[in-house]
Every structure is written in C-alpha cells, then in structure tokens.
C-alpha cells in the first residue's frame, strides 16, 4: 500500500486544519490506521488510530479531545480533524497502515509515505 498525507499548513494557536491521508495498492478498508507525528530533534509520536470499521478509535492523551480521527472506505483515505491546536502540535504528520501488535508503537504500522508538515503558531 502506498499513503501519501496532504493538508498540513500554518496555523495560529486554537485554529483548525485537517489532515487527509490516502491510501492507493492493497485493499484499504481492510486495514486499521493510525496517525503519527514528528517534531525536530524528537522521536516519531503515536497520535490516533481507528480500525478498519471505524467502530474503535484511540487517541494519544496530549491529543485527546481535540483531535478526531475518521475514515471513508469508499475513497480510501482516512482524516485527521485537528482542533484547538497548540504549538507544541507543530510537527510532520505521517499516516500509517496498521499491521498488528501496540497501536500505539512505531513496529505495529507499515506503508509510511511522505508526510505533511503542520505549524502552529503562538
């Protein structure tokens, strides 16, 4: 499978942005996803993941109540809706495709593309 991430930008603190993954190859809806992000000079960071039905999604706690992760089967790409940000929010977003194991560990996702670039501002 093959995920390429789009809609990340610059944005002032408490704005919004929303970030799309999608997904072409392998059946996707198949798939749990997860998404990830990176700020400089740190490690890769679990931020949301949602299974295949949508039916159980997980967030990281930093992120918890104003991020939503959500799905479209029908277009292959999952969403991630990013509210009140902050800007230690400020990272690059990467969507990965769910294989097995901790949802919230790196090992547990494959198909890593290129991901999208989020600033936020103070």
């Known amino acids: 499978v093959q995920l390429q991430a789009s809609g990340g930008g610059l944005v002032q603190a408490g704005g919004s942005l929303r970030l799309s993954c999608a997904a072409s190859?392998?059946?996707?809806?198949?798939?749990?996803m997860g998404w990830f992000r990176q700020a400089p000079g740190k490690e890769r960071e679990f931020v949301a993941t949602?299974?295949?039905?949508?039916?159980?999604?997980y967030y990281a706690d930093s992120v918890k109540g104003r991020f939503t992760i959500s799905r479209d089967n029908s277009k292959n790409t999952v969403f991630l809706q990013m509210n009140a940000l902050k800007p230690e929010d400020t990272a690059v977003y990467y969507c990965?495709?769910?294989?097995?194991?901790?949802?919230?560990?790196?090992?547990?996702?494959?198909?890593w593309g290129q991901g999208t670039q989020v600033t936020v501002s103070s």
């Open positions: 190859g392998r059946i996707f809806s198949n798939f749990g």
């Open positions: 990965a495709r769910y294989r097995s194991g901790d949802i919230y560990t790196l090992r547990s996702y494959d198909g």
């Open positions: 949602i299974s295949w039905s949508a039916t159980s999604t």
